[in-house]
């Protein structure tokens, strides 16, 4: 098996557990299940500093929030954020994944999946493929289409 290791952002809790699921069921794999943004960020640093390793591959929504009403977090907030950009935290996670980890830790080659109810028509054409992102599912395709498409990846 090629994806042991599996990272899922997903803000919605219900989707979140569903998608996790499935995940364990069909991959048999360990799936790591991230709501916000915030948390992303902190995971980055663990692999910065050893303390976790690199996904074998991302599957990600695209509109995460920041963080969660009430939730402690001591990363400060970015601009974009406070801008209103929230339909743009799997994007940035994406953008931050590649360009803060890449070289020393090889995550050029870890495949994206973006596994949302938005499509590749709603992200701008210079976050699309040539920056990195293996694949769109869209939710109305539901799981099994998600499936297909990760056991399609070559390598898998």
Not at 92 to 118: E, H, K, M, N
Request: net charge negative; proline share 7%; with cysteine.
């Amino acid at each position: 098996m090629k994806y042991e290791r599996v990272l899922l952002l997903e803000d919605d809790p219900l989707q979140g557990d569903t998608i996790f699921h499935f995940l364990v069921q069909n991959l048999g794999a360990q799936v790591e299940l991230l709501r916000t943004e915030s948390r992303f960020h902190r995971y980055l640093d663990e692999i910065r500093i050893g303390d976790r390793s690199v996904p074998d591959i991302i599957i990600s929504d695209i509109m995460m929030p920041w963080a969660w009403p009430g939730e402690n977090t001591d990363i400060p907030v970015p601009d974009s954020v406070r801008e209103g950009t929230y339909r743009r935290a799997g994007v940035r996670c994406r953008q931050l994944f590649r360009d803060c980890c890449s070289p020393p830790f090889g995550t050029a080659s870890v495949p994206w999946i973006y596994f949302s109810v938005l499509g590749r028509e709603d992200i701008e054409p210079s976050e699309g493929d040539e920056k990195g992102i293996t694949l769109f599912v869209t939710k109305e395709q539901g799981l099994e289409c998600l499936l297909a498409a990760i056991t399609s990846l070559p390598g898998y």
